[in-house]
């Protein structure tokens, strides 16, 4: 059983900055990689940006160069900058990863940009 606890979301205004921490209950490294998701209302979840197990990331083309997911191993932690944040950037964030052939998700953290 693998869990995953985001903290960090909250109410920001358009231009501002946060960071998401996605902490794990087990070894970052366990897994083939990390990633970090968003629901708007009335929308399909998306990804958002992807770590692997070997350090790559990927992001979706709406938050490139805005957006930065990183890792602490030591922490069992993976964060997401969010800079320059956009109205359009408003949703529940998720991480999320797999182990074995199950999807392991966190309850999810809200992020609110203002205009």
């Known amino acids: 059983q693998v869990q995953l606890v985001e903290s960090g979301g909250g109410l920001v205004q358009a231009g501002g900055s946060l960071r998401l921490s996605c902490l794990t209950s087990?070894?970052?490294?366990?897994?083939?990689?990390m990633d970090w998701y968003r629901q708007a209302p009335g929308k399909q979840r998306e990804l958002v940006a992807s770590?692997?197990?070997?350090?790559?990331?990927n992001y979706a083309d709406s938050v490139k160069g805005r957006f930065t997911i990183s890792r602490d191993i030591a922490k069992d932690t993976v964060f997401l900058q969010m800079n320059s944040l956009k109205p359009e950037d408003t949703a529940v964030y998720y991480c999320?990863?797999?182990?074995?052939?199950?999807?392991?998700w966190g309850q999810g953290t809200q992020v609110t940009v203002s205009s």
């Open positions: 999320k990863t797999q182990f074995g052939t199950r999807d392991y």
């Open positions: 087990a070894s970052i490294l366990s897994f083939t990689a």
């Open positions: 770590v692997s197990f070997g350090g790559g990331t």
